[in-house]
């Protein structure tokens, strides 16, 4: 027992107190080493901030810039003013910006941005995954919820590369807007476009059969070039409500008065259409001739209807949204932003003066415990069981 007293002793407990432990023995216990607990942690501080000058600095570039302001629909508009009750109508309404935050964080512009700055052997990776992976972790993008506005920071060792690949992420985001089809206009604008292709090509195959056709003045006589341009301008029309409606159905329901106004449009249309085409006789000898001089002039037509849907396309793509408005341009900063040796140093020190501290003190409370007799039989059937 004599034994046990001096051992509490030496760290600084009263053996008439062996059932509690208060706070003025545990300082106590870590007074007397407070040499080691001033000493050691500023050794490890000292040493953190000579390693950090060995760590390779990293470089944050960082840019702003302003997407593309889109016209919201009717129905978004609508589900966006209820405020906290759009949750119930199936999730919240996701903004122009939110998009452009996620197409920048697709596999399209990654793999561009590695190919361009060579990522894939600076980041010192095998496959690409890994360094869209490494990629990922050295580029924050945050879209402002007042604003509106978009930051990008890039990280790189060298300022002029961190520079150069926060602005190419910009170049890359303008360049792929440009394939898609993101707002309605610009859908429409697509559509129209591919349909002006298209008719163009028919457009040249009637042409090329009307000549081949033969021009003579008996067909000419037999098909009057007024009714045939009439015909072929009504037919022309027909499709064009025809592919209207077939637009309007993408976005509206069939009870909607629009649809139903179109609808009844093109039943006109083609009700006319079988009329003419009754009345209408053909000369037995120049039925191959008309024929074809009428898909010319209905191509024609069409090809003439269809542009100007074409252009009022692009016309209402361009009032829509707007080119990329770049607020801030990334320049080379002038600073490193990593890593930080002071705060490196001050962690280190902090955690290693941590670390002794509760060291010195487990070592306390086992030297009590272990100077108890009751506690004493349960270290050793510890022990044994370990």
Not at 23 to 38: E, F, G, Q, S
Not at 196 to 218: D, H, I, M, P, Y
Not at 306 to 312: G, I, L, P, V
Request: one cysteine or more; hydrophobic letters at 40%; aromatic letters at 6%.
């Amino acid at each position: 027992m004599q034994i046990s007293d001096n051992r509490l002793t030496e760290h600084g407990l009263d053996s008439r107190n062996e059932d509690d432990i208060d706070i003025l023995d545990l300082a106590t216990a870590l007074a007397k080493r407070w040499r080691v607990l001033v000493i050691a942690p500023l050794v490890v501080g000292v040493v953190t901030l000579g390693i950090s000058f060995l760590l390779t600095p990293t470089y944050t570039a960082r840019t702003v810039f302003l997407p593309p302001q889109q016209q919201q629909s009717s129905a978004v508009s609508a589900i966006a003013s209820l405020g906290a009750l759009a949750g119930l109508a199936g999730g919240s309404v996701k903004t122009p910006g939110d998009q452009y935050v996620a197409l920048m964080q697709s596999a399209n512009i990654k793999d561009r941005i590695i190919d361009r700055f060579k990522l894939m052997e600076v980041y010192e990776v095998k496959y690409r995954f890994l360094a869209q992976r490494e990629l990922e972790s050295n580029v924050r993008i945050t879209l402002g919820k007042k604003d509106g506005l978009i930051t990008l920071e890039a990280d790189a060792s060298n300022p002029d590369v961190a520079a150069a690949m926060a602005n190419q992420y910009v170049e890359e985001l303008r360049r792929l807007t440009a394939t898609l089809a993101l707002t309605e206009a610009q859908q429409r604008r697509v559509f129209f476009e591919n349909e002006v292709k298209r008719t163009k090509l028919n457009l040249a195959e009637a042409q090329q059969a009307l000549q081949a056709s033969g021009f003579n003045s008996n067909a000419l006589k037999t098909e009057p070039k007024a009714a045939a341009e009439g015909f072929a301008r009504l037919k022309a029309e027909a499709t064009t409500a025809e592919v209207k409606l077939q637009t309007m159905r993408r976005s509206l329901a069939d009870g909607a008065p629009e649809v139903q106004q179109q609808t009844a449009l093109l039943a006109a249309l083609k009700s006319q259409l079988e009329r003419m085409e009754r009345t209408t006789t053909e000369p037995k000898e120049d039925a191959d001739y008309i024929g074809r001089y009428r898909e010319f002039k209905y191509q024609e037509a069409l090809y003439e209807l269809f542009s100007k849907q074409y252009e009022a396309a692009r016309l209402d793509e361009s009032r829509e949204g707007g080119p990329l408005q770049v607020v801030d341009v990334a320049t080379p900063p002038e600073r490193k932003t990593k890593p930080k040796r002071a705060a490196l140093a001050i962690a280190a020190a902090a955690g290693t003066g941590v670390a002794l501290a509760l060291y010195f003190l487990c070592q306390l409370l086992w030297s009590r415990a272990q100077g108890d007799p009751a506690r004493a039989s349960k270290i050793e059937r510890l022990r044994k069981a370990w």
